[in-house]
């Protein structure tokens, strides 16, 4: 969920509507994404998480001398590859085409909004406006019980 953030960087769950910056870490020799405006918390994605960047996707060359890759998409999901593979990178992102660029490989400086969060992903509950409640389901004590059929 966020390779990038496991050691010695902070780290908090992406939400709808988020604004994300690629970046390298501090201290990481890796890339992921950080909030626009907070270079110093990585924003871990869901798989199944959705992105949309502001420009076509780049990712670095597979060979340093080389130009960067363009990957001519803006629109991707998140995924993990390579699992079985401890000391891999697992964070990745796939693009429409089907290809599948790791975020370590992403170009820094890039923009993006998370679209939307997987089902069934954590989200955080909006506070309720003034002199509203909050429904939900009745606790089990005030729930009736049936008659007893005789």
Not at 14 to 41: D, Y
Not at 79 to 104: C, M, N, W, Y
Not at 122 to 136: D, F, I, K, L, N
Request: aromatic residues 4%; proline residues 11%.
């Amino acid at each position: 969920m966020c390779d990038y953030s496991l050691q010695h960087v902070a780290s908090r769950p992406a939400a709808a509507g988020q604004r994300l910056v690629t970046t390298r870490f501090p201290t990481s020799m890796t890339r992921g994404f950080t909030e626009v405006g907070e270079p110093n918390v990585a924003i871990c994605l869901m798989p199944g998480t959705e992105v949309a960047f502001d420009h076509d996707v780049e990712a670095e060359p597979n060979f340093p001398l080389m130009p960067k890759r363009q990957i001519g998409e803006r629109v991707a999901r998140f995924r993990q590859v390579a699992l079985d593979k401890p000391a891999a990178h697992h964070d990745a992102l796939e693009f429409a085409s089907g290809e599948i660029v790791l975020l370590t490989r992403l170009v820094e400086g890039q923009t993006a909004t998370v679209l939307q969060l997987p089902h069934g992903a954590v989200r955080e509950a909006a506070a309720p406006e003034p002199g509203m409640t909050q429904a939900g389901p009745a606790p089990i004590a005030a729930t009736p019980r049936p008659a007893p059929v005789r």
